[in-house]
């Protein structure tokens, strides 16, 4: 009977701690796969990536690698980040890829170091720099096409007027460079050295002349993709292109861009490979006719590409009354620079120095198209002078919002001072930073110069006048009041440039 009981407690303990054991295996579950988790079913996933065309691979390991990882919608069930929009989805950091910065004496296995000097040593590098550039433009611009305008088109995300408007004659340009690379490798010898490559460049730099309308393009294209990103669905293909290897963390503006990028570095490689060219070589005249060359053409396209800019802007401003209108706008072919700035009471305006007159408007939205609405008469550059105002100086608004203000609300202020009626006025501007605010004063600096030249008549105005009048603090000099304006005053557009100013060059 003793043994019968105990084995019967022996079984009850060893049942106990079963259940002791399936508890903790049970917990531990719970830690690891919480009940919460869902688990999204296969035919769900939808993948991108086979939606995009593929890219070529490229000898060397480069961007235009085929697109391995997929582009696809992530877990729902993790908490999201907070995105820009709230359409947005939050996606998965990935793998970057990055070009390999390679040299010329690294590329090739040649036992020349020993019979070369170190300047043409330095001259095959400058020379393999130039042709390893072209080689990287083309495939950025092939990978601009087929990784986002083709599959952009594809998905009905935008249309083809659209998409023609924001990439331009980009398509026209890749041959173009794909000519320049075959001449430079038919140009080098056996042993990766190469003696003669500026006739190549004096009969192929006149091509670069079609560079005029792609880069005259770019402020709409600039523009038009702004606005396409208030799209969700154009926000959510740029962002998940973005986040994916093959962008290297560059936007599609940035591919959009490296075509002018390209263009302006050329005088430099020029310049570097002339550099190391001996005077006796035969190929230093040619290298001077091509320098000559491709300043010219840069100097050209930056003209045409800055009066582009200036047509753009000048169509896009708003006169709310027949008076605000201005010859000396309509005349401008130059804008100096321009960008948003605030003024002494916070307001946020966008100024415009056009070579004879400085114009201040407020950014504002009329038929989904970002404009620039006057908020006061245009001043003409002849009369303007300029003061650089102290940190800490300028006075905001009146005495009790001056007493409580910091620091830093009352830094990067500058002043304008110009007549109107017969009396004197001013303007106070507060920019961003030191930089832009310095940028800005630069600016109406030469603009002045090259209106009143050194030996020119005195204006009336003074700078002198201007520090007279710093006890009294700056106006907002505004000569309508924009409450009945047509256009909506309530929508914030963003400025359509990265920067804070935008000089016009290439």
């Not at 295996?25 to 009940?35: A, F, K, R, T, V």
């Not at 600096?445 to 520090?467: D, F, I, M, N, W």
């Amino acid at each position: 009977m003793m043994g019968c009981c105990l084995f019967i407690h022996q079984k009850k303990k060893r049942k106990q701690r079963t259940r002791d054991v399936d508890s903790l295996s049970l917990c531990s579950l719970d830690i690891n796969e919480p009940s919460s988790k869902r688990v999204k079913p296969l035919s769900r996933v939808t993948s991108l990536a086979s939606l995009l065309p593929p890219v070529k691979a490229a000898p060397l390991k480069r961007i235009g690698q085929t697109l391995q990882r997929s582009i696809s919608f992530r877990n729902d069930c993790r908490p999201e980040i907070i995105a820009p929009r709230p359409w947005s989805r939050q996606i998965a950091p990935a793998i970057t890829k990055r070009r390999d910065s390679k040299l010329w004496s690294e590329t090739f296995d040649v036992g020349l170091g020993h019979m070369l000097s170190s300047k043409e040593i330095k001259r095959q590098e400058a020379i393999f720099e130039l042709s390893q550039g072209e080689q990287d433009l083309i495939e950025d611009l092939k990978l601009a096409k087929k990784a986002y305008r083709e599959p952009m088109l594809k998905l009905s995300i935008m249309s083809e007027h659209e998409l023609n408007q924001i990439f331009g004659t980009l398509d026209s340009l890749i041959p173009l460079h794909e000519d320049l690379l075959s001449r430079l490798r038919e140009a080098r010898k056996p042993d990766g050295s190469t003696d003669h490559m500026g006739h190549i460049l004096v009969d192929w730099l006149p091509c670069l002349e079609t560079y005029a309308t792609y880069c005259s393009n770019q402020v709409a294209a600039k523009a038009l993709l702004d606005h396409k990103k208030q799209d969700h669905r154009v926000h959510d293909f740029l962002q998940r292109c973005l986040e994916s290897p093959f962008s290297r963390k560059l936007d599609l503006w940035s591919f959009l861009d490296i075509p002018r990028s390209r263009l302006v570095k050329y005088p430099l490689l020029l310049r570097e490979i002339l550099k190391h060219t001996a005077s006796e070589h035969p190929d230093r005249q040619h290298l001077h006719h091509a320098m000559s060359m491709i300043q010219s053409i840069v100097a050209h396209i930056n003209t045409q590409t800055g009066e582009s800019e200036c047509r753009y802007y000048k169509e896009r401003l708003l006169y709310l009354e027949s008076g605000q209108r201005d010859l000396l706008i309509d005349s401008s072919r130059i804008l100096s620079c321009h960008g948003p700035l605030k003024n002494n009471r916070g307001l946020k305006l966008h100024v415009f120095l056009f070579q004879d007159v400085l114009v201040v408007t407020r950014a504002v939205s009329q038929n989904e198209q970002l404009c620039y609405q006057l908020h006061q008469q245009p001043i003409p550059v002849r009369d303007l002078e300029w003061d650089d105002l102290q940190d800490g100086e300028m006075r905001l608004g009146g005495s009790i919002r001056g007493a409580f203000s910091n620091s830093e609300r009352t830094k990067n202020f500058f002043r304008v001072v110009f007549g109107s009626g017969g009396q004197l006025q001013t303007l106070c501007f507060q920019a961003s930073d030191a930089f832009s605010k310095q940028q800005w004063l630069n600016c109406i600096r030469q603009a002045k110069e090259a209106v009143c030249p050194a030996g020119s008549e005195p204006q009336l105005l003074s700078v002198q006048t201007a520090r007279q009048d710093r006890a009294r603090p700056c106006s907002d000099y505004s000569m309508m009041d924009t409450s009945d304006a047509c256009v909506d005053l309530s929508i914030e557009c963003p400025p359509v440039h990265l920067t804070d100013v935008t000089a016009v060059k290439v």
